[in-house]
């Protein structure tokens, strides 16, 4: 369960962005501008069933080239793990219940008595995105596998260092300026209309499967369970994937240069004028679609 819920963790932003047609795409090279070697960018969809998990011989070429391994966080860091589950947790002792109405709190408990056969109350001190991890399973129908761990998997098979774009408090930053009650709301939501929860996200996986992330970002924006307002959606995407794509082109830029490198995060963070591939080739370096 840990591992799910680490990668639930870096499912955050996944799914956001302006996608243009001419980068329907999720592999890119990364080269010129003074790079003596390229590095690549690859957008995951971070929790899919083991089936749909998928590693090219484009994928392993890349990561075979490369010297070095970025994924969001740094999965190599022994107290990863151990400060996640520390900074799940709800503050000052508060339970979902606190945030919630009997009512909804007696749909999300029915959810997990039903579909997880788990009892919610040990769990209730979770933040959103650790109840997240559990409910995701119930919609996948299977053991959920992670691009990310499968990457840093691959990485250490060829003694390769594994390191993060950014640090577990700044991801969970941006996760925690959406506020509480939204983040419940989505998952009460799910909870109420599991069927349709189940049959948005087949569609979103098939959009990603089919690297068109323009019908990805569509369906991510009329869907029924994220907040409809026009406002919070813009000003959840600044949270989420511009600021952080901001801090990750200096971060990308030094370790591309010193080494060929691989950097793997959520499919959403490459596209938009304010996406990675985009911010790097305003930065002069030619970004190239590889089939």
């Known amino acids: 369960m840990k591992k799910q819920l680490l990668a639930t963790l870096l499912t955050a932003g996944t799914f956001f962005g302006t996608a243009h047609a001419q980068d329907n795409a999720l592999l890119y090279e990364v080269s010129g501008n003074g790079l003596k070697q390229p590095s690549y960018l690859y957008g995951t969809f971070h929790l899919v069933c083991p089936t749909d998990l998928t590693i090219t011989n484009a994928i392993k070429k890349a990561i075979g080239e490369s010297e070095q391994v970025y994924l969001e966080l740094d999965l190599d860091d022994p107290t990863l793990m151990q400060g996640m589950m520390k900074a799940m947790m709800l503050p000052d002792g508060k339970s979902v219940k606190d945030y919630l109405s009997a009512e909804d709190y007696t749909i999300l408990e029915t959810y997990f008595k039903e579909r997880l056969k788990m009892n919610l109350t040990p769990m209730a ?167």
């Open 125 to 291: 001190r979770m933040k959103p995105i650790g109840l997240m991890s559990m409910m995701y399973s119930s919609l996948l129908n299977c053991q959920p596998a992670s691009y990310d761990m499968t990457f840093a998997q691959m990485a250490g098979k060829e003694k390769k260092e594994v390191l993060g774009l950014e640090s577990l408090d700044a991801q969970l930053a941006a996760l925690d300026s959406t506020p509480m009650e939204e983040q419940l709301k989505g998952l009460v939501d799910m909870a109420r209309k599991p069927d349709e929860a189940s049959k948005e996200f087949d569609a979103l996986l098939a959009a990603y499967k089919a690297h068109d992330l323009a019908k990805l970002l569509q369906q991510m924006k009329t869907s029924k369970f994220s907040n409809s307002d026009p406002v919070a959606f813009n000003k959840n995407i600044d949270n989420l994937l511009n600021k952080r794509n901001a801090n990750w082109i200096p971060v990308i830029e030094k370790a591309a240069s010193q080494k060929p490198t691989f950097f793997a995060f959520g499919a959403g963070h490459l596209v938009s004028d304010k996406g990675v591939v985009n911010l790097l080739r305003k930065q002069g370096y030619m970004v190239k679609a590889v089939e």
